[in-house]
């Protein structure tokens, strides 16, 4: 079983829409969780950490379930400049390691 | 804004050779991290480093590999005798210390074609 898992997409939405993004992770040791976005052959770049209580930032909400050992991502009014693949990211705080997802592709269209 | 920055951007070499993948990273920062993201696939961990010394390693980062901080800024990778599927981006990240260990930053990556 992958460690941390997302459903890759292709996602096409117009702009304007909401669209919601899924991540599982298998270790329940993980102690932090992130989104990074990745725009095509670029470096990863933090999009927002994510928090149990749950955490917004503009049009992202993030937040993070540990029973169930579940992370979402949640976009409103999608521009495109949106358009990315979207990189889910836990951590085990003591060596700094990160691990990520697949990444799922999100497609904004006019 | 502070930011990571690698050298060279693209690195062309044959199979058997050797190749140093350089990194700055940020200024005030006490980790430093080789990752590596084979194309169309998953960013993967090769190695943290901290204090002089390796403090993780991944199954990926055999004896072919080393890392070094030669001086106060700068960041190697080494690859001793690359094979053809070491050809990949290669990205290095920092972090600033404890609390912000999992907050790290990357460069633009170093994106090796062995031949």
């Known amino acids: 079983r992958k460690e941390v898992e997302q459903d890759p997409g292709p996602f096409n939405v117009p702009e304007g829409a909401t669209v919601a993004f899924n991540c599982t992770y298998s270790n329940s040791a993980s102690q932090s969780f992130f989104w990074y976005r990745q725009d095509c052959r670029k470096e990863p770049k933090l999009l927002m950490s994510v928090y149990s209580s749950g955490n917004e930032d503009g049009r992202f909400t993030a937040q993070l379930n540990r029973a169930s050992q579940y992370i979402s991502l949640l976009i409103r009014d999608s521009k495109l400049s949106d358009s990315a693949t979207y990189l889910c990211v836990v951590n085990r705080r003591r060596t700094g390691k990160l691990i990520f997802g697949q990444g799922t592709t999100l497609q904004v269209k006019p | 804004e502070p930011e990571v920055t690698q050298t060279p951007s693209h690195q062309v070499t044959q199979m058997g050779q050797e190749v140093i993948l350089r990194c700055v990273p940020i200024?005030?920062?006490?980790?430093f991290y080789w990752y590596r993201q084979i194309l169309g696939q998953k960013v993967e961990f090769l190695v943290s480093?901290?204090?002089?010394?390796?403090?993780?390693k991944s199954e990926i980062f055999d004896d072919q590999f080393s890392v070094e901080r030669p001086d106060g800024s700068n960041f190697t990778l080494k690859i001793r005798s690359t094979k053809l599927e070491d050809s990949a981006m290669y990205f290095c990240?920092?972090?600033?210390?404890?609390?912000?260990?999992?907050?790290?930053?990357f460069g633009p990556g170093t994106r090796l074609t062995v031949l």
């Open positions: 480093f901290y204090n002089n010394e390796i403090s993780e």
């Open positions: 200024s005030n920062h006490l980790y």
């Open positions: 990240a920092s972090s600033e210390g404890p609390r912000g260990v999992g907050t790290q930053y």
